[in-house]
Nanobody
């Protein structure tokens, strides 16, 4: 059974940090591009970051550049999203997903996690 499980979300004050994890079982993440999407009530799903499957090139939506860092730990079959300087606009359910290329549309991503809630509030 293939599975993606996110963890690390929670409640954090503005300016704080969280590290989200996306752990895979039943398949190896290093064969896939891994993207993080976020969804909040009343807003469209937004792709926020992606790491490629080969060179591990990273991509970020402009609103998170310089604040978020995406990385792989292949030994743990896990992708991490380090989130710093969080603000209220970052509040959302964060979901990781795997696909062939970072340039693929969301519909091409085959495996999806259940999501982890990130709430930024004072």
């Amino acid at each position: 059974q293939v599975q993606l499980v996110e963890s690390g979300g929670g409640l954090v004050q503005p300016g704080g940090s969280l590290r989200l994890s996306c752990a895979a079982s039943g398949f190896t993440l290093d064969s896939y591009a891994v993207a993080w999407f976020r969804q909040s009530p009343g807003k469209q799903r937004e792709g926020v970051s992606c790491i490629s499957r080969s060179e591990s090139t990273t991509y970020y939506v402009p609103s998170v550049k310089g604040r978020f860092t995406l990385s792989r730990d292949n030994a743990k079959n896990t992708v991490y999203l380090q989130m710093n300087s969080l603000n209220g606009e970052d509040t959302a359910v964060y979901v990781c997903a795997t696909g062939p290329f970072c340039s693929s549309g969301w519909f091409a991503f085959n495996y999806w996690g259940q999501g982890t809630q990130v709430t930024v509030s004072s």
